[in-house]
């Protein structure tokens, strides 16, 4: 075996600009594989952190007839007296913080332009909202008793040509299922740098929310940040009751979970396409050596060597060959992945709904996705090699010593 | 220059072994880089091409200052509506054009409230055009006539939970920058299977559209279909001189958001085929510089027939792009086939069709398409590489003394 390895180590070093461009082509391959799997992990990644931290938070509370994609402001659909369920689960430790968030569906018009945005009303105070408050752009955050004061995303701003203290209309739907309409003043731009989310989302103070919308002390569910994303089943199992329904955040982001899912089924074709042209320079190149060594392969096996013997030494190369291209490729490939983990690929506003992808991607590599990927690199490899080091060993002595 | 490239060719048969095996190297990665571009278009087609159906083979006639404002609905009046509908009709590739009320509004009912917009048609018109019209699946198609009714999709009916003759509050900004509220009964519901493009928009007859946001004889926009899918840009700038004062646009500038997303995703898996030729192309060079390097003493023999060093290295570069050639010819082929046999089958991803929703405008399954986007790029690519990878081994083959090389082994 260790002969074997060294007989191609040596057949290897024969050659070095050849065999370096050979496992130079594996680490290449290996290295886009992760780049494409840390891509997509990242962007996956990043959607459900964005949709914790802007929607859904690690866990809700909301009223057990609420639909989320139906807005109803309803009293029946909301959560009465929010204070009293927050004041109970502040006394849970493993709680961040709490609070609650009135949602209505509204115009916003400005002038001959409208636009569908969704209307939420926060408590400017709760530090769960201090995302909002950082991501100020221009003018001031809200105040608990702000009356005519609303907060506008960037693309929203951009689009209407808004500037903080601008009056524009907004009409939301209320609880009796009609409509109402005020003036509003532009207070602040804030951006979360998610698109998606800022150019729908217009924020009002909590109170100022449930008399537009006639919505009075109810609430269209609960918020909640704890300190350990990990604990969201345990709370959630400890605070469940009749009156309403708890949902985590895995369950929120079913929706990424099952999107990461499908790109994930498309993206192993493509895998399989990367691998499938690795394979192809490995098989050739090998084929091409195999024909070049011949005379060699005769001389060999008159000397007794057998086939099985010959074929080992083909696939101990490429062995070698792909341990060197798959060291390369984690080396090119984590290189290539730490530079998008940390200066990312901007995407821009990607023009999809229901899920809140980041202006930015940025790749995160899982130790799985890396071992795995490695693994089917290796794997091909050497399975490509498996051709020519069979027609090596099929070589009939006699006729090889006279090839030239 | 004719002779040397018959010696190029003949020596590439002479070693039929060799070349067979570069050109099929060449020929496979060539053909998984096609099969690459088509499924990344497939899926974006699969994504978007739905719009097409949709959106495709349309172009839309707009007041000067509606395209700056694109994104928010802007409700601009058209000078002349009729006289536009008149010049476009006058154009052969033009079938039917129609006036149109386009505004942002909001449904609601008991069960909660949607941002739609509100398209106001003239549906004698419109009707033997719309797809809408083909795909009622309840009730019935507007008539100019209808007052008070509108047509919804069948997304947005299972989320309000909305029957035939059901009630709910239509609300829309006017011409005054008023919202106006109107009460309206559910004529019809349509079934495109694109839950969550049905959602968005809503329609009412032109009348009644004119009457609630007091646009008396008025349209904002012109809603042309034409005969041909494809024509789009032709009759784009062909009526663009006919009518100053106005916009007009394939739906591809009027929904850019659509455009965008296909270009960023783009962005990224271009970044991904660029690496993907690179490892392509370090195989092909690696291949012929074996080639190359084999033949040593053949040069060295040439050599010393007295062929001069740059007619040598001509030699061999030609050599290098003709088998360059004959590997982007098959392939192109062998591309061409894979893709048309996948292209058929379809890549089924049904069992995630739970995600329509989020996937805009996804169907069940995922047909690649020809990949031939690319295809001069990555053709070039290979060709390039191919002639190069020639061009230093013979160059150094070719400086070498002829005594020595005709002793290398």
């Known amino acids: ?404 | 220059m004719r002779l040397y490239l018959r010696l190029a060719w003949r020596n590439l048969w002479r070693h039929t072994r060799r070349t067979v095996i570069i050109v099929v190297a060449m020929a496979l990665s060539l053909a998984l880089m096609m099969l690459y571009d088509g499924l990344v278009d497939g899926f974006s087609q699969a994504i978007y091409g739905n719009a097409v159906r949709v959106l495709g083979g349309n172009i839309q006639v707009h007041a000067a200052g509606y395209r700056a404002k694109v994104d928010s609905n802007p409700m601009i009046p058209l000078p002349d509506a009729e006289a536009v509908v008149q010049q476009a009709l006058e154009s052969d590739a033009v079938w039917v054009a129609a006036r149109r009320i386009r505004t942002g509004g909001l449904l609601s009912n008991r069960e909660g409230a949607f941002p739609v917009t509100i398209v106001g048609i003239d549906p004698e018109v419109e009707a033997p055009v719309s797809l809408i019209a083909e795909h009622i699946s309840a009730g019935r198609f507007l008539m100019a006539s209808d007052t008070d009714s509108v047509l919804v999709g069948k997304g947005l009916a299972e989320a309000m939970e909305l029957q035939v003759g059901d009630r709910l509050t239509l609300v829309g900004s006017d011409l005054h920058k008023q919202n106006r509220q109107r009460t309206a009964t559910v004529i019809g519901i349509y079934d495109l299977g694109l839950p969550s493009s049905e959602k968005s928009i809503a329609y009412i007859s032109l009348a009644e559209a004119q009457a609630l946001f007091d646009l008396t004889n008025q349209a904002t926009e012109i809603q042309i279909t034409l005969r041909q899918l494809g024509t789009e840009d032709d009759t784009v700038s062909a009526l663009t001189p006919r009518l100053p004062g106005y916009e007009v646009e394939s739906w591809e500038q009027n929904y850019p958001e659509l455009g965008n997303a296909l270009g960023s995703k783009n962005a990224v898996m271009s970044i991904f085929s660029v690496i993907l030729v690179v490892i392509a192309g370090i195989g092909i060079l690696n291949l012929l510089l074996m080639a190359v390097y084999e033949r040593t003493r053949e040069i060295g023999l040439l050599g010393a027939l007295g062929v001069k060093p740059r007619q040598i290295a001509l030699i061999f570069i030609l050599e290098g792009s003709l088998i360059g050639l004959v590997g982007v010819a098959l392939g192109i082929l062998v591309g061409l086939v894979l893709n048309g046999s996948l292209g058929r089958v379809g890549l089924d991803y049904s069992q995630f069709a739970g995600m329509t929703e989020y996937m805009a405008l996804i169907s069940g399954k995922v047909y690649p398409t020809a990949g031939t986007g690319n295809l001069l790029g990555r053709g070039l690519t290979v060709l390039i590489i191919s002639t190069l990878a020639a061009f230093v081994p013979a160059i150094e083959a070719a400086r070498r003394e002829p005594a020595e090389a005709l002793h290398y082994v």
Do not use: C
Request: proline share 2%; aromatic share 8%; glycine share 10%.
């Open chain 1, 1 to 404: 075996m260790i002969q074997t390895l060294k007989m191609a180590w040596r057949n290897l070093g024969r050659n070095r600009r050849r065999s370096l461009l050979s496992s130079l082509a594996v680490s290449f391959g290996a290295a886009l594989l992760l780049l494409m799997a840390a891509v997509l992990r990242g962007e996956m990644r990043g959607a459900i952190q964005n949709t914790i931290r802007l929607q859904s938070g690690h866990l809700q509370i909301r009223a057990l007839s609420y639909d989320e994609n139906k807005v109803s402001l309803a009293w029946e659909d909301l959560i009465a007296g929010p204070d009293a369920v927050i004041q109970q689960l502040s006394a849970i430790p493993q709680v961040k913080t709490a609070t609650p968030r009135l949602i209505a569906s509204g115009i916003l018009t400005l002038g001959d332009q409208s636009r569908g945005v969704q209307v939420v009303g926060i408590d400017p105070d709760s530090p769960a909202n201090q995302v909002f408050r950082s991501g100020i752009l221009a003018g001031s955050f809200l105040d608990a008793g702000d009356r005519e004061g609303i907060l506008v995303g960037r693309p929203l701003a951009e689009n209407f040509g808004l500037q903080p203290g601008d009056q524009v209309s907004v009409l939301v739907n209320t609880s009796d299922g009609t409509v109402d309409e005020q003036l509003f003043a532009v207070r602040g731009v804030y951006s979360t740098n998610t698109s998606a989310y800022d150019e729908g989302t217009v924020f009002m103070p909590l109170a100022k929310a449930q008399t537009f919308s006639r919505a009075q002390d109810h609430a269209s569910s609960i918020f909640i940040l704890l300190r350990e994303q990990e604990q969201a089943e345990a709370v959630a199992a400890a605070i469940q009751s009749q009156a309403y329904q708890v949902l985590t955040w895995q369950s929120m982001n079913e929706l990424i979970v099952q999107t990461e899912e499908f790109a994930g089924a498309y993206m192993v074709i493509l895998y399989f396409i990367v691998l499938g042209i690795t394979a192809t320079v490995v098989t050739n190149t090998l084929v091409m050596a195999v024909f070049e060594r011949t005379r060699e392969i005769g001389i060999l096996s008159a000397l007794g060597m057998k086939g099985r013997q010959i074929m080992a030494g083909f696939l101990a190369e490429a062995g070698l060959l792909a341990t060197g291209g798959v060291i390369g490729g984690l080396l090119l490939g984590g290189l290539a992945v730490a530079y998008f983990a940390r200066y990312g690929f901007y995407i821009g506003d990607f023009g999809m709904t229901g899920i809140l992808l980041g202006d930015t991607i940025y790749a995160y590599l899982t130790a799985q996705d890396a071992l795995s990927l490695s693994a089917a690199t290796y794997i091909i490899t050497l399975a490509a090699a498996f051709y020519p080091a069979s027609l090596a060993a099929r070589l009939e002595p006699a006729e090889a010593l006279h090839a030239h």
